[in-house]
């Protein structure tokens, strides 16, 4: 049984209970996966609590891409904005957007051949997929992945460019920057590349025409939305910029830093009252710009950089599946003929040019495993027409062909399913904590022994962040009394968490202890009287 669904989908019963499944595990499991924010969610969370309050000042943030906090206002408005509402309110969100991600990705899917049964096996683990990414901690690649969905299902659909395809995809393109930066280059590479290569196909003067429009349109809309977002950013950090995020990330990769400034010893005060750390705004951060060019050292130094994050790129799409490097092998196979002939192959090469072209970008700055999220759901669909393509034939027999595709979900479920393991319950426990503390009356300006390695820097910036302080990060390892007293004055520290033992305990026996060691581990020292 099918009914027609918006879009010209095609939508049936099964799948229409692969969406109910999501909905109905998402609520079931929340509870279990509410606390998990991870450290930029923070800044998203408190960022959205400062749009809700007017305080659009502090609010306006070049590093954080605003549309992610922007969706996040009228939930706080309902659930409330209270540290674990904000973040139940956060969730909620992130399985609302998954939801229409699972129905983009469906649309996608049509612009890859394969038997409805196969289909219906790749839907299934996508959904797993998307659950995982929504109960994950609090990130903006969701909704990244959400649009740029519907962008691939128009750019790459045979009938491009219909009625209105530029100005969606100028839309969504627009949309997509506001909610990561990094998504400009990569609409612009993209969104050029596929309009190039339709109009060099074989096609009628009039379609050529048609091409030019929309690329023109799609391209107009796009620069519009940047634009205004640029020059509201501009005119707050008093240079011009589109973001301050890549200028950050370049600059904290380079070889006269040792990674982020906040992670590093000593304390940095936070860009603004009640900002949880100094995290919260990176682009007030120092870190220095350089160029790989200007000497040897250099150059060596960033041919290093990019081979690490290849060897990363490398791992994180093994990690997607043990069949992703086999898929990517058999599409470049296909890949022969004339030139005329290739560009008519648009389902082989399109996927294979958006998998190149994404993390071009991340392997000069930095790589992590969420950026790729587009790329496991391409292999994913790509397999799929593969499977597809050897089910045709009669190499295997119906068992050969179940087992096969059983093996091949199989290899794709492993990752969602083991990060919904280790996530679950991950953070409840320091969350519990923050609610001892806070009914110890904790507030105002904390800071903390430890450092990045020992997990004491999250730990206490997680604390923080249920706490409603203002965490200033720890000082050297062996720091002196004298100098850590200095600090403590300078920056106003109200509170000094103690983990472990501390070289300062001669210092500290001058202080009040507050916690009376009802948190393992943890010892809490009252600073100002």
Known sequence: MEFKFWLNFKIDVIFY?????????GVLLLNHYQYSIGLDGMSYVNISKLYLIGDFTNAINGYWSPLYSWFLIPFLKIFGSTPDKALYAAKILSLIIGFFTLIGIRLL?????????????IMGTITLFILFIALDQIQPDLLLLCFLVYYLNIIFNNNYPKKYDGLLCGLIGGFAFLTKAYALPFFLATFIIFNLLRYLKGIPQTKKRSILK????????????????????????DKATLSTSGEYNFGFNSPYTNGHPTQ???FIQPPYKYAISAWEDPSYLNVSWWNPFESINNFNYFLTKIGVNLSSL???????????????FIYILFIKGSVKELISKQSIYYPLITILILPIGYII????????????????????????????????????????????????????????????????QLYLDGNILENQHITGNIASNGNLTDGYYSNTLKLSYFLGTSYYGFPQSNVTNNNLNADFNKYGIDY????????????????????NDNISNLRIYKIKT
């Open 264 to 266: 590093n010893p000593g």
């Open 109 to 121: 899917s049509y612009n890859f051949e394969m038997d409805e049964k196969v289909r219906y096996s």
């Open 496 to 515: 000094y968490f103690v983990w472990g033992t501390s070289n300062n305990q001669a210092l500290l026996s001058k202080y009040q202890e507050v916690n």
């Open 214 to 237: 929309h690329l023109s349109l799609g391209l107009l809309i796009f620069f519009v939305i940047c634009g205004v977002w640029a020059v509201i950013i501009s005119e707050k950090y």
């Open 17 to 25: 209970l692969f969406l109910l499944f999501y909905l109905i595990l």
């Open 365 to 428: 700055t930095g790589l992590e495993i969420r950026y790729l999220w587009l790329i496991y759901v391409l292999l994913l669909l790509m397999g799929g027409y593969i499977l597809n393509l050897v089910f045709k034939t009669t190499f295997l027999n119906k068992i050969g062909k179940n087992i096969l595709l059983i093996i091949f979900i199989i290899s794709f479920i492993i990752l969602p399913l083991n990060g919904l393991i280790i996530n679950y319950d991950l953070d409840k």
């Open 314 to 328: 490398v791992g994180f799409i093994n990690e997607f599946s043990y069949f992703t490097f086999i898929i990517l």
